[in-house]
């Protein structure tokens, strides 16, 4: 199994940038394509972005294509959520989690983090 967990999540203005990271357990963190996901209070949880096994390949929401931008580093096992230009609309908690193949289904995805908060003020 795999253990993630997320850290740099704060309270940003609108327009500015936070940085997400992901660090996972384990010595298998190389076997799974990684995504990221967003859940607002209210609303169902919404894909934002995957990577593929060696970070060769990735894949947006049209809601955070050219904003946001996901890469992993297998060596330290850690995946990373760059976010530029936040929107008030950003605001919610993001999850990091495992899957065996890409995709932007949440069923398809076996291990999650505990998530992170993102808030971002008008």
């Known amino acids: 199994q795999v253990q993630l967990v997320e850290s740099g999540g704060g309270l940003v203005q609108a327009g500015a940038s936070l940085r997400l990271s992901c660090a996972a357990s384990g010595r298998t963190f190389s076997s799974y394509a990684m995504g990221w996901f967003r859940q607002a209070p209210g609303k169902e949880r919404e894909f934002v972005a995957t990577?593929?096994?060696?970070?060769?390949?990735?894949y947006y929401a049209d809601a955070v294509k050219g904003r946001f931008t996901i890469s992993r580093d297998n060596a330290k096992n850690t995946v990373d959520l760059q976010m530029n230009s936040l929107k008030a609309e950003d605001t919610a908690v993001y999850y990091c989690a495992a899957s065996e193949g890409l995709t932007r289904n949440y069923a398809g995805y076996a291990y999650w983090g505990q998530g992170t908060q993102v808030t971002v003020s008008a």
């Open positions: 990577v593929s096994r060696g970070g060769g390949n990735t």
